[in-house]
């Protein structure tokens, strides 16, 4: 049982250039979402989806992009990559809402 | 708006010696806390949920308990492996997701 499987696991990205973190899950959950974990600051939710199809905001929101076209995956597309989105992303799927959540292991991504 | 805070920010002890970690919370209406523990390079693993105040539940060296305004991670008789990022998350009645402290980064000196 795989759980969440987040790819690549580490990026380096010019100023501008676009990519797609992706995320995906085995164990039909019908909640994902997407953090990014800065130092000293916790977890911070960018979007999430409540099931295939539906999709919306999180507290940071801006320069991220979401689908959900099926329950496993959950991919994440940065539209023009700036310094200030380097972090390290999570992906996280739940049973429901309100259920424990279940994490990948992470994408370290760098902008430069 | 709801708020999570964890102290400390670090905290290093050694082989044997129990401790307690803070997570304080403000909700409009606590539907669940969350406890967390995170490896370096890695994804949090979910620890314990815990309901509502009075509640307490355990695993191997560690309890968490539940009041109205914060939840304690005692941790008794600790050892070098339960080094970690400890995270503590809320979801409230009215929120759209969970709310995560920014953590306790605990070390174990044998």
């Known amino acids: 049982n795989a759980g969440v499987t987040q790819t690549p696991k580490f990026q380096v990205l010019k100023t501008g250039q676009s990519m797609t973190l992706q995320c995906a899950q085995d164990m039909n959950h019908e909640y994902m979402s997407w953090y990014r974990q800065d130092p000293g600051m916790g977890l911070r939710l960018i979007h999430y989806s409540v099931g295939a199809g539906i999709t919306d905001q999180g507290e940071v929101p801006n320069g991220y992009n979401v689908s959900r076209s099926t329950t496993e995956d959950f991919p994440l597309r940065l539209l023009s990559a700036a310094p200030s989105q380097t972090s390290v992303y999570f992906c996280a799927s739940s049973y429901q809402g309100d259920t424990e959540a279940f994490f990948g292991q992470g994408t370290r991504l760098t902008v430069v | 708006e709801d708020q999570v805070t964890q102290s400390p920010e670090a905290l290093r002890l050694q082989e044997g010696e129990s401790s307690s970690l803070n997570c304080s919370y403000t909700v409009s209406g606590l539907r669940g806390l969350f406890w967390y523990r995170q490896d370096p390079g890695k994804g949090p693993e979910f620890l314990f949920t815990?309901?509502?105040a009075g509640e307490e539940k355990e695993k191997e060296r560690l309890k968490a308990t539940l009041t109205k305004k914060e939840s304690f991670l005692h941790i008794t008789a600790p050892k070098p492996e339960d080094s970690a990022t400890y995270l503590c998350a809320v979801r409230s009645n009215y929120g759209q997701n969970f709310v995560f402290g920014p953590g306790t980064r605990l070390s174990v000196l044998p």
């Open positions: 815990l309901y509502s």
